[in-house]
């Protein structure tokens, strides 16, 4: 059973800073792609940043430049370090990890439970 673990969320005002942290813990052979999506109310959820094994990023428009995504494959763990926040990044943030399960299976997309960040005054 593959986990993933959350934490960091919380209430900010706009121009502040939120650090996101997402742990895999479990049976599993290698992680891939980790990643970071947000859903804010009434709206779908979308890609805010992702990270590969070899450390090639990937961010949507709207973060670049005030958001950076890391890892430590050591530690089976993705940060999401978000400055200069705005109202509008005001969602739930949820982890996301493309988990390889066993030598020669398949990858498995699997998620966090979900953090809310708040950006407000």
């Known amino acids: 059973q593959v986990q993933l673990v959350e934490s960091g969320g919380g209430l900010v005002q706009p121009g502040g800073s939120l650090r996101l942290s997402c742990a895999v813990s479990?049976?599993?052979?290698?992680?891939?792609?980790m990643g970071w999506y947000r859903q804010a109310p009434g709206k779908q959820r979308e890609l805010v940043a992702a990270?590969?094994?070899?450390?090639?990023?990937n961010y949507a428009d709207s973060v670049k430049g005030r958001f950076t995504i890391s890892r430590d494959n050591a530690k089976y763990t993705v940060y999401l370090q978000m400055n200069s926040l705005k109202p509008e990044d005001t969602a739930v943030y949820y982890c996301?990890?493309?988990?390889?399960?066993?030598w020669g299976t398949g990858i498995t997309p699997y998620w966090g439970q979900g953090t809310q960040g708040t950006v407000s005054s």
């Open positions: 990270i590969t094994r070899d450390h090639n990023t």
């Open positions: 479990g049976n599993f052979f290698s992680i891939n792609v």
């Open positions: 996301n990890a493309d988990v390889r399960v066993g």
